[in-house]
């Protein structure tokens, strides 16, 4: 007994120190990169901004002279302060005096001459200069990229304008400004607002003024300067402008010119016409976001100019960015959260007009399965469960979570789905005219409801946004004949702790029975509660919200030939899919594989098709996958036919798999198939992939579709063979899209080989973005704690974007964290093995301290928020 003991205290005391390192780790985060999370006081209102810069390209340097026009808010103030980060500050004058400063790490302070009274104005011109850590970045060529176009480009959300301007860098406050560029004569410039003038300047340069006359928060100022291609369009006259780097503008209209459709959606739902005086798209490489909803002027990632070859293979193609990142111009700019705990505001609109235009743009089914995505999505992340969309206590993760983007739109799509259609864009449309121009919280908005409609949403918004999680529902039911009666059972079994209460919620609930179908709406509120449906047979079908309206999770209590039916009769896709999600569960029952082939095979909806290819491969059995196979046959959709080839990759020790993987890996119509057929050949480890797909490696395809997807696959495959290959396509000159695959790999093969680390760890200082995050991501992946120094040296360098701190943190913890296991397993081999009670209290405690740890992984992961979009 004492060795059991000894045994698991050593497993137990590892488990502590690593809790406690994860801790420490996401404290120091929380203190050194946090957004600061409620609304600042203000001494003044900052009114406009005539912002004049100049770009030293060689040095990477800004050159700039700001001139500030503010008011003060409070008697008595003695100095104005601006935010400022690694600026030079040259010279400040104050209504044209020179006036004294100081200059501290993250301050510009001023003192005034005499204390200032309430709505006294001045006029502050600051001339500085700085290589901006980040905020402003520069892409430039270089020995390993000679052709690259040169681009400047800016990103300020949340707080990092003031590292190439000082100014006051919070939301909470809206300003005019007038944009001086001058640049070199053949470049290109954007800004915010109307283009007033391009002159001539000195040393063949032009100076490019741009103004907007509109105020919005300084996140939201804009620059882009360099070596672009243009496209124009308009929207009732209104120029509508598009940009890629210099060689890519053929790109652009395939991939963006649905952008004037979506906004002549999104003014008629709103009734309040795009409101700012242009729209500009400036696509950018090495982009630290996905997208940035700048006033009247976006910034989007360059990858998001898809080869037109493979456009057809991706449903929708960029139009979940665009339409995102077009919605913010409402959402975000027009009317901006007071402070980030509101970021919902601007993030969960955004993400609820994906779905505006999908489901005005595409089939139903399209938009359904868009939905349920995205409710799936967010279930999956367990550590957003217990937070509400509004909070300030954001120390150990970031608010752009997808609390606030993916359940802040099916929120929004929730509201509207209760109170209905022509009451929900009543409401909008009165927030958006009561607060133009305004800085708002959750409470305006609920205010704005009401007040249109004369609709108390109160209780709606204070479980959904202001509580937390969502409801988990058990549901049984039984069958009177003699009564003709459906008695539906219906519990919450969420634990109700923290911020997650029961949920009150109107149910559709709907029974089929020989002679059709019956609906009816219900009101769950009650931890359990029975209804009573009339029904005049035994049902064949009962749903329990009918279509998925509701952000939920459901364990409904069926027969397999309830199941059978509904998979293969309910009118809804997300009905469907809970069918297909629940056969799969049945894993070696023939009925519900070639019920799921059916499926497959002839589901109206192209969504369904693809739950179905990856129910079949969960269940992973031979059965399966000759299902999988056939399907082949029945699909010629590119997007339904890739979810196949990639079910294929579970359905193992087949040969005729492989076989048809290898074959769809030469030759088949879809890029994304042949793609996902190499890597399932990786997954299965199969003895064939080796040469296939070094081979293809070798192989051109459309923005080396086919090459990156073979070289992710030969870190799945882990044979080290592979090694010389993904050394080979890891350095600097490859492309960035095929390098960041490459790298993911090498993080995979030789874990025990210093140089490769030593190898992966060289990129962490690169200039591109996307080359760096890769190194990061590679070295958390192979275990090598040699790595941490490495990874702790990029953690102090002070130009680490939102996203990049907080992944940095999160593998130096996964690589102490194994580290520990690692050095505590050696010492317990040869532990002696017993069993009991006392062990398992033991063993119970342990699960408890693991739990904790996974939610803190969990939690550091949440920290990163920016990836696909803003």
Not at 218 to 239: C, H, M, N
Not at 422 to 448: M, S
Request: proline fraction near 4%; hydrophobic fraction near 40%; glycine fraction near 6%.
């Amino acid at each position: 007994m004492r060795s059991v003991l000894k045994r698991n205290a050593n497993r137990i005391r590892r488990a502590i120190l690593t809790l406690a390192a994860l801790a420490v780790v996401a404290t120091v985060s929380a203190r050194l990169y946090a957004d600061e999370p409620y609304a600042r006081h203000r001494d003044y209102d900052l009114q406009h901004s005539r912002i004049a810069l100049r770009f030293d390209v060689e040095q990477k340097k800004v050159i700039g002279d700001v001139t500030h026009t503010l008011a003060i808010l409070h008697d008595a103030t003695s100095k104005i302060e601006f935010d400022s980060v690694g600026l030079t500050i040259q010279s400040v004058t104050l209504n044209k005096a020179p006036a004294k400063f100081n200059n501290t790490a993250t301050k510009l302070i001023i003192p005034l001459p005499a204390a200032a009274h309430s709505g006294e104005k001045f006029e502050i011109d600051i001339r500085y200069e700085g290589k901006p850590a980040k905020g402003l970045y520069f892409i430039l060529p270089d020995k390993d990229y000679p052709n690259r176009p040169k681009q400047i480009w800016s990103q300020g959300e949340s707080e990092d304008t003031r590292f190439y301007l000082p100014t006051y860098d919070y939301p909470n406050d809206r300003l005019t400004t007038e944009t001086i560029l001058t640049v070199p004569a053949s470049w290109i410039t954007v800004a915010n607002g109307k283009l007033i003038n391009v002159s001539k300047a000195a040393d063949n340069m032009k100076t490019w003024t741009w103004r907007e006359s509109l105020p919005s928060s300084t996140y939201l100022i804009t620059v882009v300067a360099g070596e672009f291609d243009e496209v124009k369009q308009s929207w009732r006259g209104l120029p509508m402008t598009y940009y890629a780097p210099k060689g890519r503008g053929d790109r652009l209209l395939p991939n963006y010119e649905r952008t004037p459709a979506m906004m002549e959606l999104f003014s008629k739902k709103l009734g309040v016409d795009y409101p700012w005086e242009k729209y500009a798209q400036s696509m950018v490489d090495d982009f630290v976001a996905g997208g940035m909803e700048n006033t009247s002027a976006t910034t989007n990632t360059s990858s998001s100019l898809r080869s037109p070859q493979l456009i057809p293979e991706f449903p929708g193609n960029e139009d979940p960015l665009i339409s995102h990142e077009l919605a913010h111009q409402w959402f975000g700019d027009l009317v901006t959260c007071n402070d980030w705990g509101d970021i919902w505001l601007n993030e969960g609109f955004a993400t609820y007009f994906e779905m505006v235009w999908t489901e005005s743009r595409y089939p139903k089914d399209q938009a359904d399965f868009d939905r349920w995505t995205a409710v799936h999505e967010w279930l999956a992340q367990s550590t957003l469960y217990g937070k509400p969309i509004v909070r300030h206590d954001f120390d150990d993760s970031s608010e752009f979570d997808d609390n606030a983007y993916g359940k802040g739109g099916l929120v929004l799509y929730m509201l509207r789905q209760q109170i209905g259609e022509d009451a929900f864009y009543r409401g909008l449309r009165h927030y958006l005219e009561v607060y133009r121009g305004k800085n708002v919280v959750t409470a305006d908005l609920i205010k704005a409801i009401d007040e249109a409609n004369h609709t108390n949403v109160q209780q709606f918004f204070d479980q959904w946004v202001y509580g937390a999680g969502a409801p988990k529902f058990d549901v049984t039911y039984t069958y009177d004949d003699a009564k003709h009666e459906v008695a539906l059972t219906v519990k919450q079994t969420q634990k109700i702790e923290g911020h997650v209460g029961l949920f009150s919620a109107p149910v559709n609930v709907e029974v089929t029975t020989a002679s059709g179908h019956k609906s009816q709406t219900i009101s769950v509120s009650k931890e359990a509660e029975t209804f009573l449906l009339p029904s005049d047979g035994a049902p064949l079908m009962v749903l329990f919200d009918k279509g998925g309206h509701i952000l939920k999770s459901t364990e409904f209590h069926k027969e397999k030939k309830e199941w059978l039916y509904q998979l293969k009769n309910a009118a809804e896709l997300s009905d469907r899919g809970e069918a297909a999600q629940a056969l799969a569960k049945l894993k070696n029952d023939e009925d519900a594989v070639i019920a799921l082939g059916v499926a497959l095979d002839t589901d109206p909806a192209w969504g369904l098709r693809d739950i179905a290819a990856d129910a079949l491969g969960r269940i992973g059995n031979p059965a399966a996958g000759k299902q999988l196979l056939a399907g082949l046959d029945a699909n010629a959709q590119p997007y339904v036919r890739n979810h196949i080839v990639a079910a294929l990759g579970a359905i193992k020790e087949e040969p005729a798999v492989v076989a048809k993987l290898v074959a769809i890996s030469h030759d088949d119509a879809s890029y994304r198939s042949r793609a996902n057929a190499l890597q399932s050949l990786g997954k299965l480890k199969a003895a064939s992939a080796f040469p296939v797909l070094t081979e293809a490696v070798k192989a051109d395809s459309p923005d080396d579709f086919l090459r990156n997807a073979a070289l992710r696959s030969l870190g799945f495959l882990g044979d080290d063979r592979g090694v010389p290959t993904l050394r080979e396509w890891s350095v600097p000159g490859k492309a960035i899209e095929t390098r960041q695959a490459a790298i993911a790999s090498l993080g995979r093969l030789e874990k025990g080989n210093k140089e490769i680390t030593a190898q992966i760890a060289s990129y962490l200082t690169e200039a591109h973005y996307p080359i760096r995050y890769a190194a990061i991501r590679a070295l958390g992946s192979r275990g090598d704690a040699s790595a941490i120094p490495a990874l702790q040296s990029l953690l102090k360098r002070d130009d680490l974007s939102i996203e990049m701190a907080p992944t940095v943190k999160e593998e130096i913890a996964r690589l102490q964290k194994e580290e520990s296991s690692r050095k505590a397993g050696a010492a317990d081999v040869d532990e002696e093995k017993s069993s009991g009670d006392t062990e398992l209290a033991v063993a119970q405690r342990l699960d408890r301290l693991e739990h904790l740890m996974r939610e803190m992984n969990d939690r550091l992961k949440s920290i990163e928020s920016h990836l696909t979009r803003q």
